[in-house]
């Protein structure tokens, strides 16, 4: 098996959310709005859940789950990051190494706390071996469009100030890879799709101190280690595209739900088993073929 | 051992569903120490503050 690519330096990772923790009620607005909108996913089921996991829910996720009668236990890569959950249900574990047995859970929920993973693949299915069957997983990501805004804008002012540029946004995952990436987990019933949040600030240097405090700043294994040029960031910030007073920055998240198989699930039925032909069934119902066109002799 | 206990200890909903993460292993709960330890790994993992610190680089290796 080749190993999966390096694109983020996971050390990296951690201390950015280790650095992170005192520092998240921040942005516990922002990260209680996105967790509502995935939560608000198991309204849509009338499954009832008795033991969830929240991977790298900040503090902010697993209060939630824990409001509406779900034992919930908290991982986070970050010792202070889970550290913030006093339930004592917390533990320290990375995602690409889960520490939780087979068929653990019926609930996992990440919200927003996938995008730093090398292997997505491998994470998701460690993921769907933690839930029982018929568990489901809710999971969002940031998505293509996610910090858009302020992508394009540094790379011009890194191209003003340096002639060239070097990779400080994240690459994101397009919606139709996010339903792939589910059914390649072997998750079934896979459904994608985004939401949109849009961030406006008076003073656009709070978007980099809001991105600190949510332990989401740089990680990426091919970053430039060089020293930043002081005026970057400003640059960059302050041409951000505005909306009236304010600077925008564009949230787009994608909300990944799949299932862990289990029977009972709705299947599609096997090719040629059906007993009945779709033309009888429609010449039995004359007044349905009204609208449809003369059938050849 | 001279260790002693530090902080409080695993929450036994917590013992029930914890894994080694690197062999997926069984763990067994030491409360002297208040360590986890993974036969299996030959790695011992650390408890702090009742949070189970299941990153192998924090984790202390079995000698012998």
Avoid at chain 1, 98 to 122: I, K, R, T
Avoid at chain 1, 125 to 148: F, H
Avoid at chain 1, 251 to 275: D, I
Wanted: glycine share 8%; with cysteine.
């Amino acid at each position: 098996m080749s190993a999966p690519p390096v694109i983020f330096d996971r050390i990296v990772v951690r201390r950015h959310r280790d650095r992170a923790a005192p520092l998240v009620g921040r942005v516990e607005d922002v990260l209680r709005d996105c967790a509502e909108r995935l939560l608000d996913r198991l309204d849509d089921t009338t499954r009832r859940f008795t033991l969830a996991l929240d991977v790298g829910g900040r503090g902010v996720v697993a209060p939630l789950l824990r409001a509406r009668g779900i034992v919930t236990v908290t991982c986070d890569l970050s010792p202070a990051m889970a550290r913030l959950d006093g339930s004592g249900l917390a533990v320290a574990g990375d995602e690409e190494f889960l520490p939780f047995a087979p068929a653990s859970f019926d609930l996992v929920v990440a919200s927003l706390s996938l995008h730093w993973v090398n292997d997505l693949p491998g994470a998701l299915i460690q993921l769907r071996r933690a839930l029982r069957p018929d568990g489901l997983l809710l999971a969002s990501l940031p998505a293509l469009g996610t910090l858009a805004e302020l992508r394009a804008a540094l790379t011009d002012a890194e191209i003003g100030l340096a002639g060239g540029a070097s990779p400080r946004v994240s690459p994101f995952p397009e919606l139709r890879d996010c339903a792939s990436l589910l059914q390649r987990a072997g998750f079934a019933l896979p459904v994608a799709d985004i939401e949109d949040l849009r961030l406006l600030y008076a003073d656009p240097m709070d978007l980099a101190r809001d991105l600190r405090a949510a332990g989401e700043t740089n990680a990426l294994a091919l970053r430039d280690r060089g020293p930043t040029p002081a005026s970057l960031l400003p640059r960059a910030l302050a041409a951000l595209p505005r909306a009236g007073e304010r600077h925008a920055a564009t949230l787009r998240f994608a909300v990944l739900t799949g299932w862990a198989p289990g029977p009972g699930q709705p299947k599609a039925l096997r090719p040629g088993s059906a007993a009945t032909s779709l033309a009888s069934v429609l010449e039995d119902q004359p007044d349905r073929n009204r609208n449809l066109p003369a059938r050849p002799a | 051992m001279t260790e002693t206990p530090i902080g409080s200890p695993v929450d036994p909903r917590l013992l029930e569903i914890l894994v080694c993460p690197l062999t997926k292993g069984p763990l067994e709960y030491d409360r002297a120490a208040n360590e986890l330890i993974s036969r299996s790994a030959r790695l011992a993992y650390p408890v702090r503050d009742g949070i189970p610190i299941m990153l192998p680089e924090e984790a202390r290796a079995l000698d012998g």
